[in-house]
């Protein structure tokens, strides 16, 4: 799964479950009022008519900094990077509407429970933009990128780790991974993933168990991995094997894409798709002069942009979800895997709840987000269907409560700031992003809101932090953030695991404990292919992760998208993008 501050929504992102949001969404419990209702109708694909060949679609990257511009699944965290590389990026597998793996994308699946095998064939004329077809070594070469240590990915997961070998090529003690063979040789087309056992959810995109993307060894495999991340072949001129490839690169700003003449599905309607950045602040404004063909419309904005002429509004629920989470440990890089620290500031039970019981997170939705927000009780989306716990409420706002916790808890009052329950001062840093005109006046609220019950908290360095500092701080730790707020984009298959578990560089509050990764372990086990004991386990870790309030969810939001009504082929459903990614080659002008 994936996170990532929220201007808008945010698409699911890749095999792998997570990607950074950019920032915190705000949310609305009165989800039914005008706004939201209006929301609920809008389609979640503009009209369906025949397209010409050729034309320029313009969309605009909502980002108040330069993206980084890591072209590349197996190194990329956030949805931004990912947003900004779909028009080349394809992942091996189109899906259904419910996220099942199907037979219609670059590569075909076949899972052997006998054999405890996942095999992957990529079809023939699938080549990359050079030419060159996509073969078993290119799949085989991912794992070997975010496997190395030497590349620093977050992508290498407990999941992936269950692959065997991989852990021993993770460590260093193996030159290959035994456990995937290529019985065509590097140049054929198949790979078989050999696993000590099968897992509930690997028929679905984004199980986390086996990686869906691939990367070119003939292009890579001359560059170092330790300097994989910064070459020229992923900053610059990365290949893909989907309908575009870069023609022209302005770094943080803007991506010029033109046909991949190669493409296996054959040429795309479009002669250019143009990612180009735009403030979020001048986005209503952009809508409205009809500067972008294609423009994520941010909800505090709504409206004002409402009634613009000229344009499909399109709409979904994304999977996807803003969060506050507290440090309590640190990233072991050595040992890979989180280790909590019992003595840490936030490492207080009563503490944390009654951080979260402070929080108007309904109110501020509904008043910075045109009730286009809502307030989200757990971390299991509802769109996951029975696997949500719908018993739950949630943190709901109540500052008599959470003044009755810390009282008991022992924090008691001296002057206008409590103290620790040993009678030491207690200051606690916050870490909140930057983002559109909503994001201070939001956290600043919620400063006011802590502060009403006696606790000192404060912004980290008195302001708000820029997404590539924040996700920088918040990866590696850094001792001046007590706790944040942040987004995930998620996978299309709901086990957490690749989020919470002990060995998941992506578990950002460092948070490690027997009951937790019991639970994780069950809802991934062979016992969980019973469908009712499945999902028994999901409720009872989202009743556990309530308790503990490690990490508590805040909002989701309407992402609604504004499109030039002169285009069609672009669709938000999960069978026309394509892991994620939009399936740009049908994206076209109408005749």
Same mark, same amino acid.
């Given at each position: 799964?994936?996170?990532? $501050?929220?201007?808008?929504?945010?698409?699911?992102?890749?095999?792998?479950? *997570?990607?950074?949001?950019?920032?915190?969404?705000?949310?609305?419990?009165?989800?039914?009022?005008?706004?939201?209702?209006?929301?609920?109708?809008?389609?979640? %694909?503009?009209?369906?008519?025949?397209?010409?060949?050729?034309?320029?679609?313009?969309?605009?990257?909502?980002? =108040?900094?330069?993206?980084?511009?890591? &072209?590349?699944?197996?190194?990329?965290?956030?949805?931004?990077?990912?947003?900004?590389?779909?028009?080349?990026?394809?992942?091996?597998?189109?899906?259904?509407?419910?996220?099942?793996?199907?037979?219609?994308?670059?590569?075909?699946?076949?899972?052997?429970?006998?054999?405890?095998?996942?095999?992957?064939?990529?079809?023939?004329?699938?080549?990359?933009? =050079?030419?060159?077809?996509?073969?078993?070594?290119?799949?085989?070469?991912?794992?070997?990128?975010?496997?190395?240590? %030497?590349?620093?990915?977050?992508?290498?997961?407990?999941?992936?780790?269950?692959?065997?070998?991989?852990?021993?090529?993770?460590?260093?003690? /193996?030159?290959?991974?035994?456990?995937?063979?290529?019985?065509?040789?590097?140049?054929?087309?198949?790979?078989?993933?050999?696993?000590?056992?099968?897992?509930?959810?690997?028929?679905?995109?984004?199980?986390?168990? &086996?990686?869906?993307?691939? /990367?070119?060894?003939?292009?890579?495999?001359?560059?170092?991995?330790?300097?994989?991340?910064?070459?020229?072949?992923?900053?610059?001129?990365?290949?893909?094997?989907?309908?575009?490839?870069?023609?022209?690169?302005?770094?943080?700003?803007?991506?010029?894409?033109?046909?991949?003449?190669?493409?296996?599905?054959?040429?795309?309607?479009?002669?250019?798709?143009?990612?180009?950045?735009?403030?979020?602040?001048?986005?209503?404004?952009?809508?409205?002069?009809?500067?972008?063909?294609?423009?994520?419309?941010? $909800?505090?904005?709504?409206?004002?942009?409402?009634?613009?002429?000229?344009?499909?509004?399109?709409? $979904?629920?994304?999977?996807?979800?803003?969060?506050?989470?507290?440090?309590?440990?640190?990233?072991?890089?050595?040992?890979?895997?989180?280790?909590?620290?019992?003595?840490?500031?936030?490492?207080?039970?009563?503490?944390?709840?009654?951080?979260?019981?402070?929080?108007?997170?309904?109110?501020?939705?509904?008043?910075?987000?045109?009730?286009?927000?809502?307030?989200?009780?757990?971390?299991?989306?509802?769109?996951?269907?029975?696997?949500?716990?719908?018993?739950?409420?949630?943190?709901?706002?109540?500052?008599?409560?959470?003044?009755?916790?810390?009282?008991?808890?022992?924090?008691?009052?001296?002057?206008?700031?409590?103290?620790?329950?040993?009678?030491?001062?207690?200051?606690?840093?916050?870490?909140?992003?930057?983002?559109?005109?909503?994001?201070?006046?939001? %956290?600043?609220?919620?400063?006011?809101?802590? #502060?009403?019950?006696?606790?000192?908290?404060?912004?980290?360095?008195?302001?708000?932090?820029?997404?590539?500092?924040?996700?920088?701080?918040?990866?590696?730790?850094?001792?001046?953030?007590?706790?944040?707020?942040?987004?995930? $984009?998620?996978?299309?298959?709901?086990?957490?695991?690749?989020?919470?578990?002990?060995?998941?560089?992506?578990?950002?509050?460092?948070?490690?404990?027997?009951?937790?990764?019991?639970?994780?372990?069950?809802?991934?086990?062979?016992?969980?292919?019973?469908?009712?004991?499945?999902?028994?386990?999901?409720?009872?870790?989202?009743?556990?992760? &309530? =308790?503990?309030?490690?990490?508590?969810?805040?909002?989701?939001?309407?992402?609604?998208? %504004?499109?030039?009504?002169?285009?069609?082929?672009?669709?938000?459903?999960?069978?026309?993008?394509?892991?994620? #990614?939009? *399936?740009?080659?049908?994206?076209?002008?109408?005749?």
């Amino acid at each position: 799964m994936k996170k990532s $501050n929220l201007y808008k929504s945010l698409g699911v992102v890749t095999a792998a479950a *997570l990607t950074l949001v950019a920032c915190g969404k705000s949310n609305n419990t009165a989800n039914d009022n005008s706004n939201a209702k209006t929301a609920k109708k809008f389609p979640e %694909a503009v009209p369906k008519k025949e397209a010409k060949q050729g034309g320029t679609v313009k969309v605009a990257l909502e980002t =108040d900094t330069p993206f980084t511009g890591i &072209f590349s699944d197996e190194l990329a965290m956030s949805a931004i990077d990912s947003s900004v590389a779909s028009p080349g990026e394809e992942s091996l597998f189109d899906t259904d509407d419910n996220y099942k793996i199907n037979d219609k994308g670059p590569a075909t699946m076949k899972l052997d429970h006998k054999n405890k095998t996942v095999t992957i064939t990529i079809k023939k004329g699938v080549k990359w933009s =050079d030419g060159k077809q996509v073969n078993a070594k290119d799949m085989e070469y991912s794992y070997e990128i975010f496997a190395n240590k %030497a590349t620093q990915s977050e992508r290498y997961t407990s999941q992936l780790a269950t692959i065997k070998g991989l852990q021993a090529y993770h460590d260093g003690k /193996a030159k290959t991974i035994s456990g995937i063979e290529m019985p065509d040789g590097p140049n054929g087309r198949t790979i078989v993933i050999h696993y000590p056992e099968l897992k509930p959810g690997m028929s679905n995109s984004g199980n986390g168990y &086996f990686w869906e993307s691939a /990367a070119p060894y003939h292009y890579l495999k001359n560059v170092p991995f330790s300097k994989l991340k910064e070459s020229d072949q992923i900053r610059k001129k990365p290949l893909y094997f989907g309908p575009f490839k870069v023609s022209k690169l302005v770094r943080g700003q803007s991506v010029t894409w033109t046909p991949n003449k190669y493409y296996w599905r054959g040429k795309p309607k479009l002669d250019k798709v143009i990612y180009q950045v735009i403030n979020p602040n001048s986005a209503s404004q952009a809508i409205k002069s009809h500067k972008f063909d294609i423009i994520g419309v941010i $909800n505090s904005q709504w409206d004002q942009v409402k009634k613009t002429k000229n344009v499909n509004f399109i709409a $979904n629920i994304p999977l996807s979800y803003s969060y506050l989470a507290f440090k309590v440990g640190k990233w072991d890089a050595k040992k890979g895997k989180n280790v909590m620290d019992p003595n840490a500031k936030m490492n207080h039970k009563p503490l944390r709840q009654a951080i979260a019981y402070a929080m108007n997170i309904a109110e501020v939705d509904k008043h910075y987000t045109k009730g286009l927000s809502f307030q989200v009780p757990t971390l299991i989306p509802a769109q996951f269907g029975d696997y949500y716990n719908k018993d739950l409420k949630g943190y709901t706002y109540n500052l008599k409560k959470a003044n009755e916790i810390l009282d008991k808890a022992g924090y008691k009052k001296k002057g206008k700031w409590r103290t620790q329950p040993n009678g030491k001062p207690l200051k606690i840093h916050y870490m909140a992003m930057s983002g559109n005109a909503t994001a201070e006046p939001i %956290a600043q609220n919620y400063l006011q809101q802590w #502060h009403k019950i006696g606790l000192n908290v404060s912004l980290v360095g008195g302001r708000l932090t820029e997404f590539n500092s924040f996700y920088d701080k918040v990866q590696h730790d850094d001792p001046s953030v007590d706790m944040f707020t942040a987004g995930w $984009n998620l996978s299309s298959e709901p086990s957490p695991a690749d989020l919470y578990k002990e060995a998941t560089p992506s578990n950002y509050s460092r948070f490690v404990t027997p009951e937790n990764s019991k639970l994780l372990d069950e809802i991934d086990s062979q016992k969980a292919f019973d469908h009712k004991y499945r999902v028994q386990k999901f409720h009872e870790w989202q009743k556990y992760m &309530f =308790d503990q309030a490690y990490v508590v969810p805040t909002s989701n939001a309407y992402g609604i998208d %504004a499109v030039n009504d002169k285009i069609t082929g672009y669709s938000l459903k999960p069978s026309q993008n394509n892991n994620g #990614h939009q *399936l740009w080659y049908q994206v076209g002008y109408v005749k």
